[in-house]
């Protein structure tokens, strides 16, 4: 042990410390967990935006709360407690407890977009890789049922959506986090078998919204898949219809939230992005590499003619199939930029 290491307070000794109120121990206390509570919100409510605002609610409330905490539990159950509860009081006061992408409200379109975007639909969100990298480390339960990688991806949280807020928190709970029905029904304050019985009705639901019950899982990029990065990249840089859709699957879907037409198919996606980039309203664009959901994504800028600036277009989450794009979402929000750390203009 290092002289750093002795002299470095324990769990304990912070927890005594931040009873008397010492903000910086509670703050050291509870940073271990930050990032993971903040995915567990984000799976709650589908969210990024939804998912910040919730975590500062949970750490207020462990903060004023904190004499009440029983030591014959586990600090972190305790934390997820306050976090289960605060997303579902505040999923309860909503009009919609779902998030949503546009090809799961209706048919694909063929037509362009009537209208102005459906501000009023509660729509999905992607979530950085960047803040993953330490909850990535976190080993599940031995009770789940997913692996932490298969439990980001958008097609996992999108289907997730589906479940009543109090089946999303106990198939949250048991099959990602891994906990037994036991340790569920304790946070939740009920019973074994209610737990069991809004597991069992869960899974059913997701197994229908997901093939198998299994969100699709990048492992790792091959070479292909860079190559088909790269190309995708160059097209839409070059504004290149035709060498875009040679990389897309014959049977591939876009959309665009929050817009709620989606199209499906080569052809339908062709005549959508031909009528956009010939229309004049962007002269060209600039893409920055990043990644959402466990999966490549990218940032898009636009300039639009006569401006010298780059304005942030949307975020673009792709899943791949072999050597093709099978989705593509792009994330039409300014908003969604700064929490991946990006700026809403980029100089000339």
Request: glycine share 6%; hydrophobic share 40%; net charge neutral.
């Amino acid at each position: 042990m290092t002289v750093i290491e002795a002299e470095r307070p324990g769990p304990t000794v912070l927890l005594d410390s931040a009873i008397h109120g010492n903000h910086k121990a509670f703050g050291r206390l509870i940073e271990p967990h930050r990032g993971e509570l903040k995915l567990h919100c984000y799976r709650m409510t589908g969210s990024l935006h939804d998912a910040e605002d919730l975590i500062q609610e949970t750490l207020l409330r462990a903060w004023r709360g904190l004499g009440s905490f029983e030591r014959r539990g586990s600090f972190r159950a305790w934390l997820y407690r306050i976090a289960t509860n605060v997303c579902l009081n505040a999923l309860a006061s909503r009009a919609s407890a779902s998030r949503l992408l546009p090809e799961l409200c209706g048919p694909a379109s063929e037509q362009m977009p009537q209208g102005g975007s459906a501000t009023e639909v509660a729509w999905l969100e992607p979530y950085p890789d960047s803040a993953l990298d330490r909850v990535m480390d976190m080993t599940p339960g031995p009770d789940s049922r997913y692996e932490m990688r298969e439990a980001v991806q958008l097609a996992f949280i999108a289907a997730i959506q589906f479940l009543p807020p109090p089946q999303r928190a106990v198939l949250l709970l048991r099959d990602v986090l891994g906990w037994s029905s036991i340790e569920a029904a304790h946070l939740l304050e009920t019973s074994v078998a209610s737990v069991n019985s809004r597991l069992q009705r869960a899974r059913t639901t997701i197994a229908q919204q997901l093939k198998d019950g299994r969100a699709r899982v990048n492992r790792s990029t091959s070479e292909r898949e860079r190559d088909l990065l790269d190309r995708y990249v160059r097209a839409w840089e070059a504004v290149d219809l035709e060498s875009f859709v040679a990389l897309l699957k014959h049977d591939a879907i876009y959309s665009m939230p929050p817009w709620r037409e989606w199209y499906q198919g080569r052809e339908s996606i062709r005549r959508f992005f031909e009528t956009v980039w010939r229309s004049g309203s962007y002269a060209d664009f600039r893409i920055t590499s990043i990644r959402a959901n466990g999966s490549p994504a990218f940032a898009v800028y636009a300039r639009k003619p006569g401006s010298s600036e780059w304005q942030a277009h949307s975020i673009q989450h792709l899943v791949l199939h072999g050597d093709a794009i099978a989705v593509l979402t792009g994330f039409k929000d300014p908003n969604l930029f700064s929490p991946f750390g990006l700026p809403l203009a980029l100089p000339s």
